[in-house]
Nanobody, 121 residues
Framework: QVQLVESGGGLVQPGGSLRLSCAAS????????MAWYRQAPGNERERVAR???????NYADSVKGRFTISRDAGKNTVYLQMNSLKPEDTAVYFC???????????????WGQGTQVTVSS
């Protein structure tokens, strides 16, 4: 059993910053790539940032230069530092990870429960 638990969401004014965290726990053998997605009301879920197991990152055009994804491998935790936030960044943010459990032969994707980020004055 694997769980991804996000934290760090909340209400922030435009131009402000937030740092999201996602901690993976359970019978984890190895974590491959990790990512952050977001979904605003009426919109499809979109990938915001991705971090591969070899350290490569990629970002959605809408957040490049403002958001940074990072990982603490020792803690099985991925972070999303969000700066210069805009009202259009308002959404539920979800953590995603490709994980191989101790009992499994391969990896599969897991989702967190989501954390609300609201950017408003």
């Amino acid at each position: 059993q694997v769980q991804l638990v996000e934290s760090g969401g909340g209400l922030v004014q435009p131009g402000g910053s937030l740092r999201l965290s996602c901690a993976a726990s359970g019978n984890i053998f190895s974590i491959y790539d990790m990512a952050w997605y977001r979904q605003a009301p009426g919109n499809e879920r979109e990938r915001v940032a991705r971090l591969t197991s070899d350290g490569r990152t990629n970002y959605a055009d809408s957040v490049k230069g403002r958001f940074t994804i990072s990982r603490d491998a020792g803690k099985n935790t991925v972070y999303l530092q969000m700066n210069s936030l805009k009202p259009e960044d308002t959404a539920v943010y979800f953590c995603y990870a490709n994980i191989q459990t101790v009992a499994a032969l391969g990896m599969r994707g897991y989702w967190g429960q989501g954390t609300q980020v609201t950017v408003s004055s």
